[in-house]
């Protein structure tokens, strides 16, 4: 195999695909997940195999695709944008059950226009900003109620998304964004109930509050991506070990710098991404945590600075005899900061099966 | 046109090509342009056509790809990884004249090796340490000449990239930078060649150093990536006008916070990449500069920060009436930080010409 490649080990894909599963079963809940993270159709196919309930999308591309792979029942979880209405409409015609989101008055009145125009009834949530994150109406926001009256017979429900809880690394922290995650889209639902308006789904979700929360009472589904692969973010957070890490870039010594304890792989941005999602957090990982080529952790040593297609690896406990201990052609492997960035960057996985074989797994990629 | 979308200026980039050309003319050097920046047959054919003598790129699948575009001469400019010489001898056969880069003994070893096994002379230049940077051995260390008598009659030169000059944004240390990178990749050729060897070549570059040196002397050929398309890192450098940016990305606006004056697009770090090159710089433009859709920038107003496919702007200057002045619907340009890193998110650049026209350009990607 060249490198750097990206390995998914599938066993503990799936473990941690069965452990998010029986979190919504227990919790009473649907689970919906987020293909944003893998985009990619084996993954899919193992996730609904273990009892999702439809999928979530951040693009209208990776709509299509899960829909050609057979998912009917999409979400596609960004405010929707005017112009891409005829590309969902044409999801529609084809028999998809898309649902759209949308956070804003002149949001509603372009799907209501575009649907009123080609005879279509959008499936439509509103968006609830339940952390100050991003984007949404706020639960209390007399807004929401006008959207809600805007979108009539196209409102299908409420969804929020914690993004905050990604800063977060303490238990207690943890529980209480996922119930405030909670707490503010029931309420959204309530309000928009208590005017005489249906609201049949209440959606919530983050893999940090999804694997958090104490209760999911009056929520109908669980949204949450990451934690099929896993990563040192969600690692750093709190609500994985660093052995359920699923995804890795295998990558080849082609280089050292003897008297700095250097050692140059071929894995640098291009491969990690750039995503440097640990530098806040309570242990910075550089660009990633270095494994040997089996996936075994080596501890302190780090992916310390990344080039284009060079990347940096040192120990962060001091020096050792690189050039001796890691020789030209070695194979290490990187576990990355953040997954979503790290497959991106790639267009397929090689997936490591239990019986040993590798499978290439191809990735959706781009708009 | 969908968003977001990768534009390319394409009057701007044939400026800049011309720019960087006529550097090399007056320096009296040949210009290598790097592919890595940009990955596209139409700007390596503009680059050729403009006088560029070969080039020099990042991957072998870089190499494979100008080679099947017609250029001969290729520099593959990552020290060679063992594994990957089957591949480098492919490419040989098939009459590419591609040159290999080493900084170890275990590397030229591998290289001859490989050579004799398979009755072929790699050209092969040794890469020189100029700045502490990555890679390289230091011209006055005795592993220099040990690697050249290993590398026998496939020396064909030495190389250095002052990658330290992107810390830089004053002239004066830019020019120190620049003569640093030429003095002592030319003592390596000295040493090389006063202990009876030949050493032909002599290869420096960066957008950085070739835009700043005062001479070449002693130098053949100079190598630049980034000068194509140029970015806000090479801006906040002093390198080129920020109107002399050539990518850019069109996006959408999907949303809006009032409250908080924040614009949402549909530009996210999907669309910029993570890279925040300019963090470190003396102005910080977070995840881009943003610009009305005709390329005008507008001041002040920046892409604070990224989700997977939300990006969220906001003037740096003081809050405006975002919703009013900027509606759902309204299209935006936004300059990257970092033209390498942005340009790989995205298959396809959407060639801007000067008739007005536009033209999709495909990029490679991958290993």
Redesign the interface.
């Known amino acids: 195999m060249?490198?750097?490649?990206a390995l998914l080990d599938v066993v503990k894909m799936q473990r941690n695909i069965q452990r998010m599963q029986q979190r919504a079963n227990d919790l009473g809940v649907r689970l919906r997940p987020h293909v944003?993270t893998h985009k990619c159709a084996e993954v899919v196919a193992a996730q609904v195999a273990a009892g999702a309930h439809g999928v979530t999308v951040?693009?209208l591309k990776e709509a299509e695709y899960c829909f050609d792979q057979g998912v009917r029942d999409i979400l596609y979880a960004?405010?929707?944008?005017?112009?891409?209405l005829p590309?969902a409409l044409a999801l529609r015609r084809r028999g998809c059950a898309l649902t759209l989101i949308t956070?804003?008055l002149?949001?509603a009145q372009?799907i209501v226009d575009f649907g009123d125009q080609h005879e279509e009834t959008f499936a439509v949530m509103i968006e609830i900003?339940c952390d100050g994150h991003?984007?949404g109406v706020k639960p209390h926001d007399p807004l929401l109620l006008e959207i809600a009256r805007r979108l009539g017979d196209s409102l299908t429900g409420v969804l929020t998304h914690a993004?905050e809880s990604y800063g977060l690394d303490a238990t207690d922290a943890l529980q209480a964004i996922a119930e405030q995650e909670r707490a503010r889209c029931v309420e959204a639902a309530q309000r928009i109930r208590s005017a005489g308006l249906r609201c049949d789904q209440v959606s919530v979700g983050s893999t940090p509050t999804a694997l958090s929360a104490a209760n999911l009472d009056g929520v109908t589904e669980l949204r949450a991506g990451v934690y099929a692969f896993f990563d040192l973010v969600m690692h750093n957070i709190g609500v994985c070990r660093i052995d359920e890490l699923a995804l890795s870039v295998l990558t080849?010594?082609?280089?050292?710098?003897a008297e700095k304890g250097w050692i140059?792989t071929?894995a640098g941005?291009?491969a990690m991404?750039?995503?440097?999602g640990t530098q806040a957090q309570k242990r910075d990982f550089g660009y990633g945590q270095v494994c040997d080529e089996q996936g075994g952790v080596i501890e302190g040593l780090l992916l310390s600075s990344a080039?284009?297609?060079?990347g940096?690896a040192q120990f962060d406990t001091g020096q050792v005899d690189v050039t001796a201990q890691f020789?030209?052609?070695t194979r290490l492997r990187i576990l990355p900061n953040?997954a979503?960035?790290t497959g991106?960057?790639?267009?397929?996985y090689y997936a490591l099966l239990e019986n040993g074989d590798t499978q290439p797994w191809e990735r959706l990629?781009?708009?």
Chains 1, 2 share one sequence.
């Open positions: 060249d490198t750097p490649a944003k951040s693009t960004v405010a929707m944008a005017p112009h891409k590309q956070d804003s002149a949001g372009a900003d991003r984007s993004g080849t010594v082609i280089g050292h710098q140059i071929d941005w291009m991404s750039r995503d440097r080039n284009q297609e060079h940096v020789p030209l052609g953040h979503c960035a991106t960057q790639f267009g397929t990629r781009g708009w």
